[in-house]
């Protein structure tokens, strides 16, 4: 049987606008990437206001990253 884990830190997002003015609330990424690794960043996308995300990310290289990307 797994034995049970405990929580050891909560994190809150923050607003975040990224790419060519994308707003997302970024949850973790930067400081927080050792506790977190092989995971670099995690980001919640979900929007109501296009306006908000239809410029979309310019293309950048993954630099051997798989990026990941959850409904």
Known sequence: ??????IRKVFKSK???EGAGV???RV???SEVPLFD???LLDDFRNTDPY????????????NRD?????
């Open 23 to 25: 707003h997302l609330r």
């Open 15 to 17: 607003p975040t606008i």
């Open 52 to 63: 908000q995300y239809i410029k979309g990310f310019p293309g950048t290289p993954s630099r």
């Open 28 to 30: 973790f990424g930067n």
């Open 67 to 71: 990026n990941n990307l959850c409904p």
């Open 38 to 40: 092989p995971f670099l």
């Open 1 to 6: 049987m797994p034995e049970d884990r405990k």
